[in-house]
């Protein structure tokens, strides 16, 4: 059976950080690219970052470019998302998901393809 657990969100002020993991199990991220994605109340899922199988490559939205970091922990099965300078528009649900080998759907924003996903996190940027 294939878990995603996210963990690490919470309450930041404007300008703080925080660090988001994914605790995978019964998956290999030698075969699995994992995504992070968000979604706000009334809005669409939206890719934020992505990290390929054996962290070959990584994609970023515009929004979390020179923000955030996408990087694997293969010892701890885990993927973390470094997220820093959080604003306001950062606030959503957090949820990581799982494609097979690259990023093709993030990269296509066709989230609805992904294989597997966490039960998702709230991350909450105060102003």
């Known amino acids: 059976e294939v878990r995603l657990v996210e963990s690490g969100g919470g309450l930041v002020q404007v300008g703080g950080s925080l660090r988001l993991a994914c605790v995978a199990s019964?998956?290999?991220?030698?075969?699995?690219?994992i995504g992070w994605f968000r979604q706000a109340p009334g809005k669409e899922r939206e890719g934020v970052a992505c990290?390929?199988?054996?962290?070959?490559?990584?994609d970023y939205a515009d929004s979390a470019k020179g923000r955030f970091t996408i990087s694997t922990d293969n010892a701890n099965n885990t993927v973390y998302l470094q997220m820093n300078r959080l604003k306001p528009e950062d606030t959503a649900i957090y949820y990581c998901?799982?494609?097979?080998?690259?990023?093709?759907?993030?990269?296509?924003?066709?989230?609805?393809?992904?294989?597997?996903w966490g039960q998702g996190i709230q991350v909450t940027v105060s102003s």
């Open positions: 998901g799982a494609e097979a080998e690259v990023c093709i759907y993030f990269n296509s924003n066709h989230y609805q393809h992904y294989d597997y």
């Open positions: 019964g998956l290999s991220f030698r075969d699995w690219a």
């Open positions: 990290i390929s199988a054996r962290g070959a490559s990584t």
